[in-house]
């Protein structure tokens, strides 16, 4: 539960911040495009939100 909630809050907070600094924030090599990048992945590797849920919905 802890990082289905987690990882997904972090894809609002850091697709916020993106778009807070504005085409800058698209270009590959400013700090906020690889945050957003390094989060992403956050919803997919050690399982994907979607799995994570079932498994939360399994035991409820
Ligand atoms: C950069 C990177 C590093 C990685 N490093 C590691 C590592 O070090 N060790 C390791 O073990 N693995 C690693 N992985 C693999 C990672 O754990 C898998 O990519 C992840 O578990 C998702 O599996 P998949 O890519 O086969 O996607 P799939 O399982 O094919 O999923 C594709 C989509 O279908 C959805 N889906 C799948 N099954 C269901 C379901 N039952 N119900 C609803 N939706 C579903 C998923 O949520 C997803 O949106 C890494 C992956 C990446 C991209």
Redesign the pocket.
């Known amino acids: 539960m802890l990082k289905a909630c987690a990882c997904e809050t972090l894809q609002e907070v850091v697709h916020g911040c993106l778009q807070l600094h504005g085409g800058t924030g698209f270009i590959i090599g400013a700090p906020i495009e690889r945050m957003a990048r390094d989060a992403r ?1 956050l919803t ?8 994570m849920l ?1 498994e939360v919905a399994k035991r409820m």
């Open positions: 992945i997919i590797g050690g399982g994907t939100t979607e799995v079932e």
